[in-house]
């Protein structure tokens, strides 16, 4: 069982940043960020694995970077640059093995 909870959403102007953080309990092999805009579904953003390894979805590649630090048991997603179209909400995703478990969700507003 993995517990996660998401934070740092708001309202940024365009060309700014934010940073999301996942408070997580338990264990995990893969965390994910993914967003969800009205009307759209969700979306793959980032990726960390307990080898520290990275991935992006090409639209926030150069953008966005995600970490983690063991001693705070959070992961976090920087968001520079942000774009009217990142508005979303942002949900962090857990993965071991076949099993996820999601995070309520944060909501990010960019406006032009």
């Known amino acids: 069982q993995v517990q996660l909870v998401e934070s740092g959403g708001g309202l940024v102007q365009a060309g700014g940043s934010l940073r999301l953080s996942c408070a997580y309990s338990?264990?995990?092999?893969?965390m994910d960020w993914h967003r969800q805009a009205p009307g759209k579904q969700r979306e793959f953003v980032a990726r960390?694995?307990?080898?520290?390894?990275?991935n992006y979805a090409d639209s926030v590649k150069g953008r966005f970077t995600m970490s983690r630090d063991n001693a705070k048991n959070t992961v976090y997603l920087q968001m520079d640059s942000l774009k009217p179209e990142d508005t979303a909400v942002y949900y962090c995703?857990?993965?071991?093995?076949?099993?996820?478990?999601w995070g309520q969700g944060t909501q990010v507003t960019v406006s032009s």
């Open positions: 995703r857990a993965q071991v093995g076949l099993r996820s478990w």
């Open positions: 338990g264990n995990w092999n893969v």
């Open positions: 960390i694995t307990n080898g520290r390894s990275t």
